[in-house]
């Protein structure tokens, strides 16, 4: 019995141990800036490298491919959770194969960028890059958001201001919280997380139109949970939900027509 008592005592230290551990570095397994993929991608597209200001020391490397503000909407790109902007560079020279300018941005702790990524602080840096571009005469109604995996849920969170033109969601989740679920479910995670991302909420409050895109193989992120928020969606709404495509879709000509016609028609 003695061995018995030890024997618990043991696994619930250890297991005290490890919420301690996740509580501490959570943000180290939700971020990962350091990661790359997609590095040998040829740039295909001229655009301007620029530093924008959003708080005092916080600039972030963004590029601006700038055709024509006046004539063409901006879709501001707000990417996922891990890597550079070079990352992304097999998207952006199919996007740019469209009739809008394209403003990506690197989150504060991405790209060399100074700071730290937290939701709070993603939704700050958002916000500014929005006004920034207000600040070049480009109003919210010839703005459209653009979110990657983790960045679909700064989407929703300004989309809810129903002043953008269209909202784009690549590989969405429903919330942090129930993705992480998946993959910790021995733990009590909503007692433990920080940064919550709750789109699945949010996304009712979204009355401008929105295409959600989600691979039906994805393996990181369920398709299930782009089917919720389509499902929850408000009208005019759009799917794009191809069969063999995982989290890192595949940007082919029918994914690009997908969005083409969806800016055209919105």
């Known amino acids: 019995m003695k061995y018995l008592y030890l024997s618990i005592l043991s696994l619930l230290a250890g297991y005290i141990l490890v919420l301690i551990f996740i509580y501490l570095n959570q943000r180290n397994l939700l971020y990962h800036p350091a990661e790359n993929n997609y590095l040998d991608d040829k740039l295909e597209f001229n655009h301007e490298e620029i530093w924008i200001e959003t708080e005092k020391n916080i600039k972030l490397k963004s590029w601006f491919i700038q055709k024509d503000l006046k004539k063409y909407k901006t879709l501001v790109f707000f990417h996922g959770n891990a890597g550079n902007l070079f990352n992304r560079v097999h998207k952006l020279n199919e996007l740019n194969k469209l009739d809008i300018n ?27 890059i929005i006004k920034w571009l207000n600040n070049l005469g480009v109003s919210d109604d010839k703005i459209i958001l653009y979110g990657e995996s983790l960045g679909t849920g700064v989407a929703v ?13 690549e590989s969405p989740f429903t919330s942090i919280a129930k993705a992480a679920k998946i ?32 691979g039906m193989k994805d393996n990181i992120v369920p398709h299930e949970m782009g089917v919720m928020l389509f499902q929850k969606a408000n009208h005019p709404k759009y ?4 069969e063999n495509d995982d989290h890192m879709m595949d940007f082919n000509e029918k994914l690009l027509d997908t969005i083409r016609v969806f800016i055209n028609q919105n």
Request: aromatic residues 14%.
């Open 183 to 214: 993959y910790y479910p021995y733990l009590p995670i909503n007692l433990l997380l920080k940064d919550r991302y709750d789109s699945i909420d949010k996304i009712d409050k979204i009355r401008k139109p929105i295409l959600i895109m989600h």
């Open 102 to 128: 394209i403003l990506i941005i690197s989150w504060r702790g991405f790209s060399g960028n100074s700071g730290k990524p937290t939701e709070k602080n993603l939704y700050t840096d958002a916000k500014l």
């Open 239 to 242: 799917s794009y939900f191809p």
């Open 157 to 169: 969170e300004l989309g809810q201001k129903n002043t953008f033109s269209s909202v784009i969601l």
